[in-house]
Structures are given as C-alpha cells and as structure tokens.
C-alpha cells in the first residue's frame, strides 16, 4: 500500500494489522500487564504511560454506521425505508473497536449496503446535507475491497482531506459480481473541492483507474444513465 496509507493509518491510533484487515472478526494482539503489575521500576513513569493510554482520542466529527439488510429491501414501499443506524462513535478507540468486530465487505451477504456517515447526516438524497452535492466512486470485484474500504474511513475520520468539510459519508454497496465504494459531497457544483477529493482519495487508496462524479440530481433524473460530471 502506498506511503499515504500508511500515514493515514498513524493519523488516527493504533496502525491495523494485516488480520484486522483480513479477518472476519478482529481482535486486540499481545498481552496487556495484570492489574497491579509494574513493568520496569520507574512507578511515575508507568502511571504517566497507564493514564496516556487509557486517554480517549477524540475524532474531529462523531460518525454513524448505517445498514441497509438486502432482506427488507422488496418489502419497502419507499427506497431508503429499510436504512437503520447501528452505532455512532466519537472517538479513534470506540471506532476501532466497533471495526474489529463488524463484518467486513468481502464476508458481508450480496445485496447489502453499510454506510458511514457523518452524525445526524442520513445517508440518503433527501438529506438537506447531500441534497445538493454528489459522489465519487470506485469498484472491485467481489470480494477484493476490504482495504480499500478500511482506507476510506481512516481518510475521513482522521480529517486527511483537504476539503474535509465537504464530504459526508462513504457507502459500500456488495452486489453479486463487484463492490462499489462511493463518497459522498455536500456542494456538487464546487468543481474545485470535489476535483480535489477525488484526486486524494485515489492517492490514498493507490487506486490506478479513472473514476467518476456524479451529481445526485443526475442520479435521481436519469438513474444509470446519469454521467460523470467530472474525472480524474
């Protein structure tokens, strides 16, 4: 993985391993000391130590995880209905935390949508946050995206973008054949913000292929026929 990605990861805490990556449910590696027990003979060195880490480390922006279960998805009468929030976190640690143990695109079923998305912005046209804005947008085949995502929230919630501000929230969208990681804007008309995300967002991801910018209003018009607005 590019250089970018790596300081992307140091950005915001502890630097994923390989098998949290990979792994359907992650976990914490190599022992912690028992209570009580001193490591060292410098006492106010291992209770300065003790307390840093047990310090919580604040995000920027609080976030929610939003799923969209494929199984409800015919019995909805509005599209968008079957959207729920699963967790909000404020912190690198509940964010880690709720990621070790959530499954991770390549295991979740097809036909599922999960989201992150800035708190009390929803994750759907409507939102009077996205209502003007659009997204970016990058694909895989099935199964091959689960760094990819990782990445994409570690360079929203860490505040890696220069246009920051702009962005909403990123979905991945598992379907039979490939998996789509979109990024969601608020101002689809500020060409230079949204040019400029997109060309960091492939750096960070090392992603080689052009991608593409579609307004929502496209979208909601002209549904797949909608075109790219921009590219990079």
């Known amino acids: 993985m590019a250089e970018e990605g790596e300081s992307v990861k140091a950005g915001v805490g502890a630097k994923a ?7 359907v449910i992650g976990g914490g590696s190599g022992e912690e000391p028992e209570e009580g027990e001193i490591v060292g003979d410098d006492s106010a060195s291992v209770k300065s130590s003790t307390t840093s880490l047990q310090q919580p480390h604040p995000l920027e922006y609080s976030w929610t995880f939003w799923f969209d279960n494929p199984s409800f998805k015919s019995k909805q009468v509005t599209w968008g209905a079957s959207i ?28 599922a949508d999960f989201y992150c998305f800035k708190y009390k912005i929803e994750p759907k046209w409507e ?10 947008t990058i694909s895989s085949p099935r199964g091959r995206a689960d760094t990819w995502w990782l990445y994409t929230l570690l360079t929203m919630i860490g505040e890696q973008f220069e246009h920051g501000e702009e962005i909403c929230g990123a979905v991945i969208n598992v379907r039979g054949k490939q998996e789509k990681i979109s990024l969601w804007t ?4 500020n060409e230079t913000a949204q040019v400029s995300i ?20 496209d979208a909601k018009k002209f549904d797949r026929l909608a075109k790219n607005r921009y590219s990079v």
């Open 84 to 111: 729920r929030p699963i967790h909000t976190f404020t912190t690198v640690e509940e964010f880690w935390g709720l990621y070790n143990n959530i499954l991770h695109p390549s295991k979740l079923v097809v036909g």
């Open 17 to 23: 391993t390989e098998e949290d990556i990979d792994g």
């Open 186 to 189: 608020k101002n689809a008309s």
């Open 127 to 136: 939102d009077p946050v996205c209502a003007n804005g659009g997204k970016w």
């Open 198 to 217: 997109g060309k960091q967002w492939k750096e960070f991801l090392d992603y080689n292929d052009s991608i593409g910018f579609i307004f929502h209003d």
